[in-house]
């Protein structure tokens, strides 16, 4: 069975700091695929950053970057010079794959993320 | 390029009466789930559906559920004679298959809050 566990139920930081949100998961799959959704306070689910297994290149994006380490099953989110807007919660997800078709999405329990000026 | 839509955004209803919650999946996608988020929790799948196929309904109650997306028009979640326990947000999320790397990732419509009075 799959299992993300995103330890970090809640996380206060001041503007411009760094902070690391962590994703630990658990599949049986060889092939899977990991995504990071945001979801601010108005209620809808942003697609943030998708990756596959095979892919353990760690990729950044603006003030974003994703650590994946294969070793640990981790998949953790960094957000570098906080801002007010990025308060949110923050979930990571799990996909195993499926040949030629999709696959439902086991979530982390989200991570509360809140930048205070 | 209209993303997912989902409608209606709030729907409020009595114990025992009828939900029922649609959702267009993007433009060229094929598949949609449906996930639900009780209060303070995170996100957990329901149904995937194919055009005129149900493909997996692990997540879906026994009872008083069903989910259909039919060849013409939205996907339908109903919850028929709905209790108080069913108050949450329902999200419906569409993807494609990409020939390159298999599944795509899933792109959520802005969900329905269902409150039962």
């Known amino acids: 069975a799959q299992k993300v566990t995103q330890a970090q139920t809640e996380i206060s930081v001041v503007e411009k700091e760094d902070v690391t949100l962590d994703c630990v998961y658990e599949t049986r799959d060889t092939t899977y695929y990991l995504f990071w959704y945001k979801q601010p306070p108005s209620g809808e689910l942003v697609f943030l950053i998708r990756r596959n297994s095979f892919d353990e290149q760690n990729e950044i994006s603006g003030r974003y970057s994703w650590n994946f380490q294969k070793s640990t099953s981790s998949f953790n989110f960094t957000i570098t010079a906080s801002q007010v807007v990025d308060s949110a919660v923050y979930f990571c997800?799990?996909?195993?794959?499926?040949?030629?078709?999709?696959?439902?999405?086991?979530f982390g329990e989200g991570t509360q993320l809140t930048v205070n000026p | 390029n209209a993303g997912v839509m989902q409608n209606p955004r709030h729907l409020v209803r009595r114990r025992g009466q009828e939900a029922r919650l649609r959702c267009s999946p993007m433009?060229?996608?094929?598949?949609v789930y449906w996930y639900r988020q009780l209060p303070e929790e995170g996100l957990k799948f329901m149904v995937y559906?194919?055009?005129?196929?149900?493909?997996?309904e692990s997540g879906m109650p026994k009872e008083r559920f069903s989910a259909e997306f039919p060849k013409e028009g939205p996907s339908i979640l109903r919850i028929q004679q709905v209790v108080r326990g069913d108050s949450a947000a329902y999200f419906c999320a569409s993807s494609h298959l990409d020939g390159g790397r298999g599944i795509s990732e899933q792109f959520f419509g802005p969900g329905t809050r269902l409150t039962v009075l």
């Open positions: 559906l194919q055009k005129e196929n149900i493909i997996d």
């Open positions: 433009k060229g996608h094929s598949h």
């Open positions: 997800a799990l996909s195993e794959s499926r040949v030629a078709s999709g696959s439902r999405l086991t």
